[in-house]
């Protein structure tokens, strides 16, 4: 009977989180609403940004497509970028449109998402001295990682590195399902080890960071829920990282697609936040070692085809 009452209390949403959930709706109604009228009567332009540079159904587009895919992201620490990049590509958009904006949105909504975590109880960044050393050393290893990448992507063979990571981002996968029941000691070693591999390729790449830094952290000890929010405060560094090397090495860049980019990704953390704090534990070690296995699959298979 205690278990019932239990569960029904996991189901039964608080007065607040009801709140959130229809703040969270008219917003994105309001959003959607204001694209489709700037579609239907360009005159008027509530995104000034976008007039005269992308088609206003296109913005709405690239909104859904971000609120979609950070919504998967920050609820189980990946899938944005690996999955709207190349979407984007694919839409017609140049990859120097995509790559800036995509970490400019990833970057201020990773930091956006750690303070929803923080919020929602997910993880604690300010008591919890573990967390704050894995923020800090996957952090660091990210900066590491990438003025390594950009030192040696000249020199390694692109397609086997991929093919390399692709089959340890399966190993990963396979290891979670593996042990999703069982409780893991934190061992920093296999953090460390893992960690150093998702920046280098999330520098060389683009890609591949958050399924080897989420599942590897669940590997290595550390709950899906604090892995989660610990990958959004670690990859908003990153892109913050590689942010700035656009910057340098480009001077000036497009940001047209930030704007649509940008607020269907923050919109998505409040609803994304709140889904991890209601899973339970086995359920997000299952799920993250799902979407790991399938995201190294999609890789191998798109490099064999």
């Known amino acids: 009977m205690t278990g019932i009452v239990l569960a029904a209390k996991r189901v039964l949403l608080s007065g607040f989180e009801r709140r959130r959930i229809r703040v969270w709706a008219m917003t994105v109604l ?24 992308v088609d206003a159904i296109a913005a709405l587009s ?43 949105s990833e970057a201020v909504t990773g930091l956006g998402a750690g303070l929803m975590h923080q919020h929602d109880g997910n993880a604690d960044f300010i008591r919890d001295k573990k967390t704050r050393l894995t923020v800090v050393l996957i952090s660091t290893l990210s900066a590491i990682g990438a003025v390594a990448a950009a030192t040696f992507a000249l020199q390694l063979p692109k397609w086997w590195l991929k093919g390399i990571i692709a089959v340890i981002v399966l190993s990963v996968g396979l290891v979670t399902l593996a042990t999703f029941r069982q409780r893991l000691a934190y061992r920093r070693s296999h953090l460390i080890a893992l960690g150093a591999v998702a920046a280098f390729n999330k520098g060389l790449s683009g890609g591949g960071y958050g399924p080897l830094v989420t599942a590897g952290q669940v590997v290595a000890g550390l709950s899906p829920k604090q892995a989660v929010a610990i990958t959004s405060v670690a990859e908003s560094w990153t892109c913050v990282i590689g942010l700035a090397a656009y910057l340098f090495l480009c001077q ?29 534990e086995q359920a997000m070690r299952c799920a993250v070692g799902v979407l790991t296995c399938v995201l190294a699959l999609a890789t191998l298979a798109q490099m064999l085809w």
């Open 30 to 53: 309001m959003i959607i609403a204001m694209l489709v009228v700037q579609g239907l009567v360009p005159r008027w332009s509530p995104f000034p940004s976008l007039a005269g540079q």
């Open 62 to 104: 690239v909104f859904l497509a971000a609120l979609i895919c950070e919504y998967v992201d920050s609820s189980l620490g990946m899938g944005y970028g690996t999955t709207l990049t190349p979407l984007l590509l694919l839409a017609g958009f140049d990859p120097l449109q995509v790559v800036p904006c995509v970490l400019l």
């Open 252 to 280: 000036s860049m497009d940001l047209t697609l930030a704007v649509p980019l940008t607020l269907g990704a923050v919109l998505s953390v409040p609803i994304a936040t709140l889904t991890v704090r209601r899973m339970r």
